[in-house]
C-alpha cells in the first residue's frame, strides 16, 4: 500500500463510483460547510453515520481511509496540542507557568480533531471513487454560469485537475528521494530543528526540479496535440444525472439539514 493516498483514484463499481460527480462535489461540500454547525456530540453523531455510509457505499475497506490520514497525523497533534494548551476558560485541570489545560480546551481540541478528520476522510472519499477528469467536468459543469462573465472555467478546471492528479506523484517522488538520502546515511529524525530542515533541503530541490521538469513536459505534449481552452471544445464523457444521484442528495440533506435543526432548534 503506498503511504499518500490522498488524491489517488481507486477503480471501482460501488454505488459512490457509479455516482456523476457533480453530485458528489455538491454533497462533499455541503457536507464540508455544515460540519462548522456541528457543536455538539448529537450532531457530530450524526455527520459521523453520514460520513460512514458513504465509505460503506464506496466498496472501499475502512483501513484504507484510516491509512490515508497517516501523512497528516502529526499536523493533527499538532493543532490538537495548540488547542489543548493554550485554550482559555472552564475549569484548569493542570497549570504550569504560561501553559494550562482547562475545559474549554480540551473541548475546543476535541472539535478541531472530529473537524479535521472529516473533512479529510469525506474530501477522500470524492478522491478514491472519481477520477480526476471527472471531477475536472464535474467543476467545469458546475461554474459554467460564470462563463457569461468571461471567467476562465475550463483553465480552473484544467489546473485543479492537473493538481489532483500529480499530488500523488510528487509524493511518491518525495519518497523515493528520502529512500535514497537514507541509503547513503542520512537519519531524518536525528538532531534538533535547525538540522532536521537541513536534511529537508537536499530533498526539496530535486523535488522542485522535477515538478517543474514535468510541468514543462505535460505543457509540450498538450501543445502537441493541439489543446485550446474554449467554449467550442466537445468532450467524450459526457456528464449523465441519474436517479442515484437524486436519491443520494435526497438522503445526505435529509442528514445534515438534521444537524442545523439540532443546532438551531433542538
Known amino acids: 500500500m503506498n503511504k499518500v493516498m490522498f488524491g489517488r483514484f481507486i477503480p471501482g463499481h ?3 463510483h457509479r455516482m456523476d ?3 458528489k462535489l455538491v454533497l462533499c461540500f455541503l457536507y464540508i460547510a455544515v460540519i462548522f454547525f456541528a457543536n455538539d456530540f448529537w450532531t457530530y453523531l450524526v455527520m459521523t453515520v453520514l460520513l460512514l455510509a458513504s465509505v460503506v457505499a464506496s466498496a472501499i475497506p475502512l483501513r484504507v481511509y484510516i491509512h490515508g490520514l497517516m501523512p497528516l497525523f502529526w499536523l493533527m497533534i499538532f493543532t490538537v496540542l495548540i488547542q489543548v494548551f493554550f485554550g ?3 475549569h484548569v485541570y493542570w497549570q504550569w507557568g504560561w501553559l494550562s489545560v482547562t475545559q474549554n480546551g480540551l473541548n475546543s481540541a476535541g472539535v478541531i480533531l472530529m473537524r479535521f478528520v472529516l473533512i479529510i476522510l469525506i474530501s477522500t472519499i470524492l478522491t478514491f471513487t472519481t477520477e480526476p477528469l471527472e471531477i475536472a467536468d464535474g467543476i467545469e459543469s458546475l461554474l459554467s454560469p460564470l462563463r ?3 471567467f476562465p472555467v475550463a483553465t480552473l478546471a484544467l489546473m485543479l485537475s492537473l493538481a489532483l492528479r ?3 506523484t510528487l509524493m511518491d517522488e518525495a519518497e523515493k528521494i528520502m529512500n535514497a538520502q537514507r541509503s547513503r546515511g542520512v537519519d531524518f529524525g536525528e538532531g534538533g530543528l535547525r538540522q532536521r530542515i537541513r536534511t529537508i533541503v537536499p530533498i526539496l530541490i530535486p523535488l522542485f526540479v522535477n515538478a517543474f521538469n514535468r510541468a514543462i513536459e505535460i505543457s509540450t505534449a498538450m501543445e ?3 489543446y485550446q481552452d474554449g467554449e467550442n471544445r466537445t468532450k467524450y464523457r459526457q456528464l449523465k444525472w441519474r436517479r442515484l444521484d437524486s436519491w443520494s442528495l435526497v438522503i445526505y ?5 438534521s444537524v ?3 443546532r438551531y432548534f433542538i
Not at 253 to 257: A, I, K, R
Request: no cysteine; proline share 8%; net charge positive.
Open 253 to 257: 440533506m435529509v442528514g445534515l439539514s
Open 224 to 226: 502537441a496535440r493541439g
Open 14 to 16: 460501488s454505488w459512490v
Open 88 to 90: 482559555a476558560g472552564g
Open 260 to 262: 442545523v435543526a439540532l
Open 21 to 23: 460527480p457533480r453530485a
Open 166 to 168: 500529480f499530488v500523488p
Open 148 to 150: 457569461k462573465v468571461h
